[in-house]
Nanobody
């Protein structure tokens, strides 16, 4: 499975971005998907996940109400809509794929993208 993120960039506080993750190589609907992020000098942490059919989603408390995860199974693409971005959201954002059910634990995800940088200025 190959994952490729896009959509990162520099944005002012309060702004919005939408990240995309295009998946190829396997049947997209076999995989739960998630977004993680890693700030400089910090561990990679869970942001959001979504079930194979898109019906169930989960979010980290720090971004709940501001970020929305979604997927388009016809396009083999995962999204993360990020609103009201804050400087503390600055990080490299990674998409990840896991066969079967969702998980908040990065160690359970088998496939990862290369990451896309999101920088939020104050």
């Amino acid at each position: 499975v190959q994952l490729a993120e896009s959509g990162g960039g520099l944005v002012q506080a309060g702004g919005s971005l939408t990240l995309s993750c295009t998946v190829s190589g396997r049947t997209f609907t076999d995989y739960a998907m998630a977004w993680f992020r890693q700030a400089p000098g910090k561990e990679r942490i869970f942001v959001a996940d979504i079930a194979r059919d898109g019906e169930n989603t989960g979010y980290a408390d720090s971004i709940k109400g501001r970020f929305t995860i979604s997927r388009d199974n016809a396009k083999n693409t995962l999204y993360l809509r990020m609103n009201n971005l804050q400087p503390e959201d600055t990080a490299v954002y990674y998409c990840a794929a896991k066969w079967g059910f969702q998980s908040v634990w990065s160690r359970n995800y088998e496939y990862w993208g290369q990451g896309t940088q999101v920088t939020v200025s104050s």
